[in-house]
Nanobody, 117 residues
């Protein structure tokens, strides 16, 4: 069964840092790219960052550039999101997705990040 599982969410103070992880399975999954999105309470889901699985090229939402870093471990089918200088308004459920070369994007259940003021 194809799936992605996020981890690493939690409570952090404003200005703090947090690392999220996401593992895609099965290991044989042919991944084109993986990405993170987030959905704050009462708001729509929004794109945060994306990484190309082969080239490693990255894209970021404007409001996280310079503070968030997306990286990957191909051998472990894992993508990371290092978040720094977190703001209370970034409290959200953070979702990972894997885009396979064939088929639809695979979304995880999300991991909750709470940034206290």
């Amino acid at each position: 069964q194809e799936q992605v599982v996020e981890s690493g969410g939690g409570l952090v103070e404003a200005g703090g840092s947090l690392r999220l992880s996401c593992v895609a399975s099965p290991r044989s999954l042919s991944i084109a790219d993986m990405a993170w999105s987030r959905q704050a309470p009462g708001k729509e889901r929004e794109f945060v960052a994306r990484i190309d699985w082969i080239s490693g090229s990255t894209n970021y939402a404007d409001d996280v550039k310079g503070r968030f870093t997306i990286s990957k471990d191909n051998a472990k089918n894992t993508v990371f999101l290092d978040m720094g200088s977190l703001k209370p308004e970034e409290t959200a459920i953070y979702y990972c997705n894997a885009a396979p070369h064939l088929g639809r994007k695979i979304w995880g259940q999300g991991t909750k990040v709470t940034v206290s003021s």
